[in-house]
Protein backbone atom coordinates (compact mmCIF):
# COMPACT_ATOMS: atom_id res chain seq x y z
CA UNK A 1 0.00 0.00 0.00
CA UNK A 2 1.19 3.84 -1.03
CA UNK A 3 0.77 7.31 -0.17
CA UNK A 4 -0.09 10.02 -2.36
CA UNK A 5 4.17 10.91 -1.84
CA UNK A 6 4.54 7.14 -3.26
CA UNK A 7 5.61 5.77 -0.17
CA UNK A 8 4.85 3.14 1.70
CA UNK A 9 1.92 3.74 4.29
CA UNK A 10 2.40 2.45 7.71
CA UNK A 11 -0.53 -0.15 7.50
CA UNK A 12 1.20 -0.80 4.39
CA UNK A 13 4.25 -1.83 6.34
CA UNK A 14 2.60 -3.35 9.24
CA UNK A 15 0.57 -5.73 6.07
CA UNK A 16 4.18 -7.04 4.88
CA UNK A 17 5.72 -10.76 5.77
CA UNK A 18 7.13 -10.39 9.04
CA UNK A 19 10.81 -11.76 6.98
CA UNK A 20 10.34 -8.21 4.56
CA UNK A 21 9.57 -5.67 7.50
CA UNK A 22 11.48 -7.68 10.87
CA UNK A 23 14.26 -5.02 10.36
CA UNK A 24 14.30 -1.62 9.62
CA UNK A 25 16.18 1.45 9.31
CA UNK A 26 14.23 4.60 9.17
CA UNK A 27 15.27 7.45 6.23
CA UNK A 28 13.98 10.68 5.01
CA UNK A 29 11.40 11.42 2.66
CA UNK A 30 13.51 12.23 0.09
CA UNK A 31 15.45 9.89 0.60
CA UNK A 32 12.97 6.97 0.62
CA UNK A 33 11.43 8.08 -2.36
CA UNK A 34 14.88 8.50 -4.62
CA UNK A 35 15.77 4.70 -3.63
CA UNK A 36 12.00 3.54 -5.30
CA UNK A 37 12.89 5.97 -8.01
CA UNK A 38 16.13 4.18 -8.73
CA UNK A 39 13.94 0.70 -8.19
CA UNK A 40 11.60 1.38 -10.49
CA UNK A 41 14.29 2.46 -13.27
CA UNK A 42 16.53 0.13 -12.32
CA UNK A 43 13.63 -2.86 -12.98
CA UNK A 44 12.35 -1.40 -16.99
CA UNK A 45 16.27 -1.54 -17.94
CA UNK A 46 16.67 -5.31 -16.20
CA UNK A 47 15.52 -6.55 -19.41
CA UNK A 48 18.51 -4.68 -21.67
CA UNK A 49 21.21 -5.40 -18.97
CA UNK A 50 20.79 -8.47 -16.67
CA UNK A 51 24.06 -6.99 -14.90
CA UNK A 52 22.03 -3.93 -13.15
CA UNK A 53 21.83 -3.67 -9.08
CA UNK A 54 19.19 -1.39 -8.47
CA UNK A 55 20.51 -0.75 -5.19
CA UNK A 56 23.54 0.49 -6.70
CA UNK A 57 21.49 2.92 -8.61
CA UNK A 58 19.97 4.22 -5.85
CA UNK A 59 23.23 4.73 -3.80
CA UNK A 60 24.51 6.64 -7.18
CA UNK A 61 21.47 8.62 -7.32
CA UNK A 62 21.03 9.28 -3.15
CA UNK A 63 24.69 11.00 -3.66
CA UNK A 64 23.47 13.24 -5.99
CA UNK A 65 20.02 14.52 -3.78
CA UNK A 66 21.77 13.91 -0.03
CA UNK A 67 23.16 17.68 0.05
CA UNK A 68 19.35 18.78 -0.41
CA UNK A 69 18.66 17.26 3.10
CA UNK A 70 21.17 18.63 4.95
CA UNK A 71 17.98 20.00 6.81
CA UNK A 72 18.06 16.76 8.51
CA UNK A 73 21.20 17.18 10.11
CA UNK A 74 22.88 13.97 7.36
CA UNK A 75 25.55 14.72 5.75
CA UNK A 76 26.58 13.19 1.84
CA UNK A 77 28.83 10.23 3.39
CA UNK A 78 26.45 9.31 6.22
CA UNK A 79 23.66 9.19 4.09
CA UNK A 80 25.54 7.08 1.41
CA UNK A 81 27.36 4.98 4.10
CA UNK A 82 23.59 3.57 5.71
CA UNK A 83 22.98 2.42 2.25
CA UNK A 84 25.98 0.70 2.05
CA UNK A 85 26.25 -0.90 5.07
CA UNK A 86 22.83 -2.27 4.28
CA UNK A 87 23.93 -3.33 0.57
CA UNK A 88 26.76 -5.49 2.79
CA UNK A 89 23.95 -6.78 5.08
CA UNK A 90 21.93 -7.56 2.02
CA UNK A 91 24.97 -9.76 0.16
CA UNK A 92 24.83 -11.58 3.73
CA UNK A 93 21.21 -12.41 3.42
CA UNK A 94 20.11 -9.73 6.14
CA UNK A 95 17.09 -8.32 4.75
CA UNK A 96 16.90 -4.55 5.97
CA UNK A 97 14.05 -2.34 4.69
CA UNK A 98 14.37 1.45 5.03
CA UNK A 99 11.31 3.05 5.95
CA UNK A 100 10.98 6.93 5.33
CA UNK A 101 10.56 9.38 8.21
CA UNK A 102 6.74 9.81 7.26
CA UNK A 103 5.95 6.37 7.18
CA UNK A 104 7.64 6.08 10.60
CA UNK A 105 5.19 8.32 12.36
CA UNK A 106 2.68 5.49 11.77
CA UNK A 107 4.86 2.72 13.74
CA UNK A 108 5.49 2.82 17.35
CA UNK A 109 8.89 3.29 19.10
CA UNK A 110 10.70 3.76 22.21
CA UNK A 111 10.67 6.60 24.19
CA UNK A 112 13.85 9.11 22.66
CA UNK A 113 13.46 7.05 19.21
CA UNK A 114 13.58 6.39 16.43
CA UNK A 115 17.03 7.49 15.55
CA UNK A 116 19.41 8.12 12.62
CA UNK A 117 21.38 5.03 11.83
CA UNK A 118 19.60 2.74 13.97
CA UNK A 119 18.37 -0.68 13.19
CA UNK A 120 15.44 -1.60 14.80
CA UNK A 121 13.34 -4.46 15.21
CA UNK A 122 9.69 -5.40 14.57
CA UNK A 123 7.70 -6.81 17.12
CA UNK A 124 6.87 -10.22 16.03
CA UNK A 125 2.78 -10.22 17.62
CA UNK A 126 2.32 -6.83 17.09
CA UNK A 127 3.26 -5.31 13.66
CA UNK A 128 3.26 -1.52 14.00
CA UNK A 129 5.57 -1.87 17.41
CA UNK A 130 9.42 -1.77 16.86
CA UNK A 131 12.32 -1.73 19.64
CA UNK A 132 16.04 -1.38 18.83
CA UNK A 133 18.25 -3.91 18.14
CA UNK A 134 19.98 -4.11 21.09
CA UNK A 135 16.37 -4.26 23.63
CA UNK A 136 14.57 -6.82 21.25
CA UNK A 137 14.73 -9.35 23.37
CA UNK A 138 14.51 -7.24 26.51
CA UNK A 139 11.33 -5.67 25.58
CA UNK A 140 9.23 -8.32 23.76
CA UNK A 141 9.60 -10.33 26.58
CA UNK A 142 8.77 -7.75 28.96
CA UNK A 143 6.10 -6.86 26.73
CA UNK A 144 4.86 -10.42 26.88
CA UNK A 145 4.84 -10.61 30.60
CA UNK A 146 2.81 -7.35 30.79
CA UNK A 147 0.05 -8.72 28.34
CA UNK A 148 -0.64 -11.57 31.05
CA UNK A 149 -0.75 -9.76 34.33
CA UNK A 150 -3.19 -6.77 32.76
CA UNK A 151 -5.71 -10.03 31.32
CA UNK A 152 -5.13 -11.41 34.60
CA UNK A 153 -5.87 -8.17 36.42
CA UNK A 154 -9.06 -7.17 34.05
CA UNK A 155 -10.26 -10.79 34.95
CA UNK A 156 -10.32 -10.08 38.78
CA UNK A 157 -6.90 -11.37 40.13
CA UNK A 158 -7.04 -10.80 43.71
CA UNK A 159 -3.32 -11.56 44.15
CA UNK A 160 -0.67 -12.71 41.22
CA UNK A 161 3.07 -14.02 41.94
CA UNK A 162 5.49 -14.24 39.04
CA UNK A 163 8.36 -16.88 40.07
CA UNK A 164 11.46 -17.09 37.72
CA UNK A 165 11.76 -21.16 36.81
CA UNK A 166 15.22 -20.15 34.30
CA UNK A 167 16.39 -17.39 31.62
CA UNK A 168 15.69 -13.83 33.21
CA UNK A 169 14.63 -12.39 35.99
CA UNK A 170 13.94 -9.16 37.78
CA UNK A 171 15.97 -7.16 35.71
CA UNK A 172 12.62 -7.52 33.22
CA UNK A 173 10.29 -7.46 35.29
CA UNK A 174 11.52 -4.45 37.57
CA UNK A 175 10.66 -2.56 34.32
CA UNK A 176 7.22 -3.80 33.61
CA UNK A 177 4.41 -1.66 32.97
CA UNK A 178 1.21 -3.09 34.30
CA UNK A 179 -2.55 -1.40 34.06
CA UNK A 180 -3.52 1.29 37.04
CA UNK A 181 -6.19 0.23 39.43
CA UNK A 182 -8.90 2.20 37.52
CA UNK A 183 -8.01 0.69 34.38
CA UNK A 184 -8.78 -2.74 35.61
CA UNK A 185 -11.16 -2.07 38.39
CA UNK A 186 -9.73 -2.34 41.16
CA UNK A 187 -10.25 -0.16 43.93
CA UNK A 188 -6.95 -0.54 45.67
CA UNK A 189 -3.93 -2.14 44.27
CA UNK A 190 -0.31 -2.64 44.91
CA UNK A 191 2.43 -4.16 43.11
CA UNK A 192 6.14 -4.82 44.00
CA UNK A 193 9.00 -7.64 43.01
CA UNK A 194 10.67 -8.74 45.52
CA UNK A 195 14.29 -10.52 45.72
CA UNK A 196 13.22 -13.45 48.20
CA UNK A 197 10.89 -15.36 46.59
CA UNK A 198 8.86 -13.18 43.30
CA UNK A 199 10.00 -11.76 40.15
CA UNK A 200 6.62 -9.68 40.68
CA UNK A 201 4.17 -9.69 42.98
CA UNK A 202 0.55 -8.21 43.27
CA UNK A 203 -2.05 -7.95 45.57
CA UNK A 204 -5.22 -6.19 44.43
CA UNK A 205 -9.10 -5.96 45.69
CA UNK A 206 -10.58 -5.79 42.32
CA UNK A 207 -14.46 -4.23 41.04
CA UNK A 208 -16.66 -4.68 38.83
CA UNK A 209 -17.49 -7.81 36.69
CA UNK A 210 -14.32 -9.71 34.94
CA UNK A 211 -13.34 -9.01 31.48
CA UNK A 212 -10.98 -9.69 28.61
CA UNK A 213 -8.58 -6.48 27.71
CA UNK A 214 -9.79 -4.74 24.61
CA UNK A 215 -6.13 -4.79 23.25
CA UNK A 216 -4.25 -7.69 22.98
CA UNK A 217 -1.20 -9.34 21.20
CA UNK A 218 0.30 -12.58 22.42
CA UNK A 219 -3.59 -13.77 23.73
CA UNK A 220 -4.21 -15.32 19.97
CA UNK A 221 -1.19 -17.39 20.30
CA UNK A 222 -1.38 -18.35 23.88
CA UNK A 223 -3.53 -21.60 24.26
CA UNK A 224 -3.17 -21.30 28.19
CA UNK A 225 -4.11 -18.34 28.76
CA UNK A 226 -7.46 -18.57 26.58
CA UNK A 227 -8.53 -21.51 28.94
CA UNK A 228 -7.89 -19.81 31.57
CA UNK A 229 -9.73 -16.73 30.44
CA UNK A 230 -12.59 -19.07 29.54
CA UNK A 231 -12.62 -20.77 32.62
CA UNK A 232 -12.49 -17.29 34.86
CA UNK A 233 -15.47 -15.99 32.68
CA UNK A 234 -17.62 -18.85 32.03
CA UNK A 235 -17.00 -21.53 34.74
CA UNK A 236 -16.02 -19.13 37.74
CA UNK A 237 -12.18 -20.27 37.59
CA UNK A 238 -10.90 -19.20 41.25
CA UNK A 239 -7.39 -20.42 40.75
CA UNK A 240 -4.67 -20.41 38.05
CA UNK A 241 -1.11 -21.14 37.35
CA UNK A 242 0.59 -20.52 34.22
CA UNK A 243 4.08 -20.17 32.24
CA UNK A 244 5.17 -17.36 30.59
CA UNK A 245 7.91 -18.99 27.76
CA UNK A 246 10.15 -17.07 25.62
CA UNK A 247 12.29 -19.24 23.75
CA UNK A 248 12.55 -17.93 20.32
CA UNK A 249 15.22 -15.56 19.33
CA UNK A 250 13.52 -14.95 15.80
CA UNK A 251 17.02 -14.45 14.22
CA UNK A 252 18.44 -12.04 16.23
CA UNK A 253 21.59 -13.16 17.81
CA UNK A 254 24.97 -11.93 18.65
CA UNK A 255 26.17 -12.62 14.83
CA UNK A 256 23.52 -10.16 13.73
CA UNK A 257 24.81 -7.69 16.42
CA UNK A 258 27.92 -8.08 15.36
CA UNK A 259 26.85 -8.09 11.54
CA UNK A 260 25.50 -4.59 11.91
CA UNK A 261 27.79 -2.44 13.25
CA UNK A 262 30.22 -4.19 11.81
CA UNK A 263 28.88 -2.45 9.06
CA UNK A 264 28.69 1.25 10.21
CA UNK A 265 24.90 1.01 11.65
CA UNK A 266 23.76 1.22 14.99
CA UNK A 267 21.86 -0.76 17.43
CA UNK A 268 20.69 1.65 19.95
CA UNK A 269 22.64 0.82 22.73
CA UNK A 270 24.06 -2.36 24.26
CA UNK A 271 23.32 -5.45 22.93
CA UNK A 272 20.84 -8.40 25.38
CA UNK A 273 21.76 -11.68 24.32
CA UNK A 274 18.49 -13.94 23.99
CA UNK A 275 18.11 -16.00 27.33
CA UNK A 276 15.71 -19.03 26.57
CA UNK A 277 13.31 -18.13 30.01
CA UNK A 278 10.25 -19.93 31.76
CA UNK A 279 8.47 -17.89 34.24
CA UNK A 280 5.61 -19.78 36.52
CA UNK A 281 2.33 -17.30 37.32
CA UNK A 282 0.06 -18.14 40.48
CA UNK A 283 -2.63 -16.30 42.01
CA UNK A 284 -5.99 -16.72 42.78
CA UNK A 285 -9.34 -14.80 41.46
CA UNK A 286 -11.79 -13.38 43.79
CA UNK A 287 -15.43 -14.09 43.68
CA UNK A 288 -16.31 -10.89 42.49
CA UNK A 289 -18.10 -11.60 39.31
CA UNK A 290 -18.22 -15.04 39.45
CA UNK A 291 -20.93 -16.91 38.52
CA UNK A 292 -22.97 -19.12 40.70
CA UNK A 293 -25.68 -22.00 39.92
CA UNK A 294 -29.01 -20.63 40.38
CA UNK A 295 -30.67 -21.08 43.81
CA UNK A 296 -33.63 -21.33 41.96
CA UNK A 297 -32.94 -23.85 39.07
CA UNK A 298 -34.77 -27.21 38.97
CA UNK A 299 -32.59 -30.31 38.53
CA UNK A 300 -33.72 -31.87 35.16
CA UNK A 301 -36.12 -34.10 35.26
CA UNK A 302 -35.54 -37.88 34.97
CA UNK A 303 -37.55 -39.89 32.43
CA UNK A 304 -38.10 -43.24 33.02
Not at 189 to 208: C, I, Q, V, W, Y
Not at 273 to 299: L, R, Y
Request: proline share 5%; aromatic share 8%.
Amino acid sequence: MTGDNGLLCPAGVAELPYSERQLIVIVPDDVKKTELEAMQKARQEESKDKSISWWNSAIDAIALIAPRITVYGLGVEFVVGIYKGIQKLRQKEINIRTVSYSDANGLVFPPGHPQKKCVYVGSPVDPLHYFSLADFHRMTLESKFTEIVNILMALGAETIQAERVIGWGAEITANAKVLSADDCGASTSRTNTTEKSFLFEANLNPEGNPQMPEKVAWYPFEPTWQMISQGRLHHGLRNFALNVTYQENYGITTDLNASVKGEGLSIGGQFTEHQSTIWKITGQFSEQGVKKPDDHTTAPTKHS
